[in-house]
């Protein structure tokens, strides 16, 4: 069972344009990560969101976790092709200890 | 401070084998957890240790299991390797298990079976 349903699964993009993806649940999450992973390597931590309604921003990366902590938004700014990478969520539950549920991932292409 | 370290990056075996992997994982923490990556079924989580017990344990057979030692590295075991066992296999290191708490992933150990 997928808990968390990214949108969309593949993006291809110009250098310059903005984008949005989405990670959606019916479950409710205690806490909720975004990483970033290159082909044949580890998932890299981009940011951490805990709270309802919270928004961080990371230079040009812009996160936010939903009001009822089930979903989640990440937003690129002028796209860079160091953008490049396959985007992952991950739900932490409460009593789950370590345990996190992936997202289906999100490919994106930025082009020079 | 040193990242998470898995070995070996990169393992080729036959069906029936069985494999160790290892994790070392980032000097403090005492939480490693187990996914497996494949193109179909994105990652999947295998289990959890803590303080050297394992905490949780996701839907995998029993042919795949784990440790963790006094020192907090971990090793994960497959035996009578299958086809479909082929993955990216990584481990992720955390200092505990209290909500909000950040996951950091080794680059991982790319297994085929053959």
């Known amino acids: 069972t997928q808990l968390l349903e990214q949108s969309p699964q593949f993006l291809s993009i110009q250098e310059g344009e903005n984008l949005t993806v989405y990670c959606n649940s019916s479950s409710v999450f205690s806490s909720l990560q975004w990483y970033r992973q290159e082909p044949g390597e580890g998932p890299v931590l981009l940011v951490t969101?805990?709270?309802?309604?919270e928004v961080k921003k990371l230079k040009r990366l812009t996160f936010q976790f939903g009001d009822a902590r089930k979903d989640s938004s990440l937003h690129i700014t002028a796209a860079q092709p160091g953008d490049t990478g396959l985007y992952l969520c991950a739900g932490g539950g409460p009593h789950t200890g370590n345990q996190f549920y992936f997202g289906t991932g999100t490919s994106l292409t930025v082009i020079p | 401070k040193a990242g998470v370290t898995q070995t070996p990056r990169y393992l080729i075996k036959t069906r029936g084998q069985q494999v160790t992997l290892s994790c070392s994982p980032i000097s403090g923490h005492r939480s490693v957890s187990w996914y497996q990556q494949t193109p179909g079924q994105g990652l999947q989580f295998l289990f959890e240790y803590f303080s050297e017990t394992q905490r949780n344990k996701g839907n995998f057979p029993g042919r795949f299991s784990g440790r963790q030692f006094s020192n907090s590295r971990s090793e994960m075991n497959v035996s009578t390797l299958e086809l479909g066992d082929s993955a990216l296999y990584l481990c992720?290191?955390?200092?505990?298990?209290?909500?909000?708490?950040?996951?950091?992933f080794g680059q991982g150990t790319r297994l085929t079976v053959v």
């Open positions: 992720a290191s955390s200092n505990d298990g209290r909500e909000g708490t950040e996951a950091f």
């Open positions: 969101v805990v709270t309802g309604g």
